[in-house]
């Protein structure tokens, strides 16, 4: 299948600075990418869809100055997550819905753990 | 996307079938059955997905009752590496990647 891949896997910032995390499609392109966050226990949360070359869609309840999401290829999509908190922490997951197909799976990253110290 | 409800917790021993149940009452007409599954620590993984008719591929089989209402994901012989949390979600096949998760099913398999 597709394939997904995120970096870093893991990353740990003190409190305060800017931390990104890269979602690139490896062997597919991909028009649209969605960034979910869990938290421990929990299940997965959609924060926003990014669509290559146009603004991001957030859901209700994200701040979109704090959650910064840049599609500016077809293969790239950037999250960056702005002046990091503790409360930041979390799974960071993406997900690619490959452009040649309209109804088709969408696939997964690996996920980025973010801790914010 | 239509709610979904799972146990949310099973046990299967190694080498039996696992059976995850999902209960889907509001599902729509044009609405899909998708389940996923998520490895401790890692992204979700797509198992299988169905509109109506029952699905097997290499991984699994999905059985949908006839009113659309329930599904089962069977898993017919089940490894140490299966445990994970099912995910079992309804959406529009048009909505690829973009998924409502519920709390899903903690599948552990015990040797």
């Known amino acids: ?117 | 996307d239509a709610k979904t409800t799972q146990p949310p917790s099973m046990d299967c021993a190694e080498g039996r079938a696992a059976n995850l149940p999902c209960n889907h009452s509001t599902i729509s007409g044009n609405e899909y059955v998708y389940w996923y599954r998520q490895i401790h620590s890692q992204g979700p993984q797509y198992i299988i997905h169905g509109l109506k008719n029952n699905e097997t591929n290499e991984m699994a089989s999905l059985i949908i009752t006839e009113d659309r209402k329930s599904s089962t994901l069977i898993l017919p012989h089940a490894t140490l590496r299966d445990t994970a949390v099912y995910y079992c979600i309804v959406r529009l096949n048009t909505n690829a990647g973009k998924s409502t998760f519920g709390d899903g099913t903690t599948l552990t398999v015990k040797p």
């Not at chain 1, 421990?40 to 603004?55: D, R, V």
């Open chain 1, 1 to 117: 299948g597709a394939v997904v891949s995120q970096h870093p896997s893991w990353v740990i910032c003190k409190s305060g600075t800017s931390v990104k995390i890269e979602c690139r499609s490896l062997d597919f392109q991909a028009t649209t990418m969605f960034w979910y966050r869990q938290f421990p226990k929990q299940s997965l949360m959609l924060m926003a869809t990014s669509n290559e070359g146009s603004k991001a869609t957030y859901e209700q309840g994200v701040e979109k100055d704090k959650f910064l999401i840049n599609h500016a290829s077809l293969t790239l999509s950037t999250l960056t997550v702005t002046s990091a908190h503790p409360e930041d922490s979390s799974f960071y997951i993406c997900s690619a819905r490959d452009r040649r197909w309209t109804s088709t799976e969408a696939f997964f990253g690996q996920g980025t753990r973010l801790t914010v110290v």
